[in-house]
């Protein structure tokens, strides 16, 4: 969004691609990781270790896709210490590349970025990435109620 800091706290929810939307973080169709998506979880998980004032909310690894709810939370005063959310982004994607992609593209140039500005956006985005992967595979999800 133009002329908006990406550095002040903020929910954001990302969805980054594969590289011609390659299914590679899927061992099958029931939601089981390969090995390059439990990779993926890795880096994700320890993005907070990485990035002072990160904290991840929700994801979900899809076998061509990944979705994150992430809050930067800067306190008063901080703002200049958080990190902007294209660098989250961008460490992310290339910590990945680097452990699984053996000099090959693994990641889309760009991803979608959208600010979670309300509650009601918040529970719609959660139920969105809770389900998503029910949505488009036989997987049961009964337990993410």
């Not at 390659?22 to 090995?35: V, Y």
């Not at 990485?50 to 990944?66: G, Q, S």
């Not at 889309?108 to 389900?131: C, T, V």
Request: hydrophobic fraction near 35%; glycine fraction near 6%; charge should be neutral.
């Amino acid at each position: 969004m133009a002329g908006f800091d990406y550095t002040k706290a903020a929910l954001y929810f990302i969805t980054i691609c594969t590289e011609h939307r390659r299914k590679i973080f899927w061992a099958g169709e029931d939601g089981t990781l390969s090995k390059a998506g439990t990779v993926v979880r890795q880096e994700i998980l320890e993005l907070p270790d990485r990035f002072a004032y990160t904290e991840i909310e929700r994801y979900a690894i899809l076998p061509d896709h990944v979705h994150l709810m992430i809050a930067l939370t800067p306190q008063s005063g901080d703002e200049g210490k958080a990190p902007n959310i294209r660098n989250v982004v961008g460490s992310l994607k290339a910590r990945v590349s680097g452990k699984i992609g053996n000099g090959k593209t693994v990641w889309q140039k760009s991803f979608y970025d959208h600010i979670i500005r309300n509650e009601k956006d918040y529970q719609e985005i959660s139920k969105y990435i809770a389900y998503n992967p029910c949505k488009h595979y036989e997987i049961d999800c009964r337990d993410e109620l």
